[in-house]
């Protein structure tokens, strides 16, 4: 399994230069082709202020959030407008984060005669957890969610870095896949992330986390779209 990269990349825009600057004349835009009328801004805005109130009244949370939230040691933080979520603990002297990013409810690629068959599909989420101390090195472990009450995840690889430039580097050596490894050596490793708190519980609020997160981003976006266009 690859990891999966939880931060975002951002690109630096190149400076144009040897092109002498020209001003710029208005585009004229005509009214039937490019620019939305009033009456139709109203119409999106009505059909937005329906989905708001449908998703609204549909969205619950999970049982599971609140029952984590409120008995773990983890502390939990998102932001807005982004996908990614992360919670941490310190463990002694070493820092334990877990990141996740939100997961759609609906998958695009479910054969849907198999899935009324057998019904819903469970999909796994991807999460990285990083213990590290406070020199910058660690270890990340880059897992799976499953189904199943014994072993809730699976670890798909395991990154070590030096120093926190190496962590963040995407061309650093990711590990080996963990299935690769000897098996008292992940015994072992699955030890160290029972002892810093990974566990079913820890699984399940991820699993839940990210689909919450997901249906408060769209009501999110819907508010955003009909703001604009009112």
């Known amino acids: ?37 009033l009456s139709s801004a109203a119409k999106v805005a009505k059909d ?19 029952k984590f939230l409120d008995s773990s040691s983890f502390k939990f933080k998102e932001k807005e407008g982004d996908v990614n979520m992360h919670l941490e603990r310190e463990v002694g002297d ?16 479910a054969d849907v005669e198999g899935d009324q068959e057998g019904g819903e599909e469970y999909e796994a989420t ?12 660690g270890v990340s472990f880059y897992c799976s969610t499953q189904t199943g009450e014994d072993h809730r995840y699976v670890i798909g690889n395991v990154k070590s870095f030096a120093t926190t430039e190496e962590k963040e580097s995407v061309s650093s050596y990711n590990g080996p896949e963990f ?19 990974v566990n079913t519980e820890l699984c399940d609020f991820i699993d839940a986390m990210a689909l919450d997160k997901e249906q408060r981003e769209y009501i999110r976006w819907l508010k955003n779209v009909k703001s604009f266009m009112e």
């Open 179 to 197: 299935e690769d490894v000897d098996e008292k050596l992940q015994e072992s490793f699955d030890e160290v992330l029972a002892e810093v708190g």
């Open 94 to 109: 070493k820092l334990v984060k877990v990141e996740w990013q939100l997961t759609s409810p609906f998958d695009p690629t």
């Open 1 to 37: 399994m690859l990891p999966r990269v939880l931060r975002a990349c951002g690109t630096a825009v190149p400076k144009v230069t040897g092109f002498k600057q020209k001003a710029l004349r208005p585009l004229l835009c005509p009214v039937q082709q490019r620019c939305f009328s």
């Open 48 to 66: 937005l202020q329906a989905e708001i109130g449908h998703e609204e009244e549909q969205y619950q949370q999970a049982k599971e959030i609140k």
């Open 126 to 137: 991807d999460f990285c957890i990083t213990i590290e101390s406070k020199s910058g090195a």
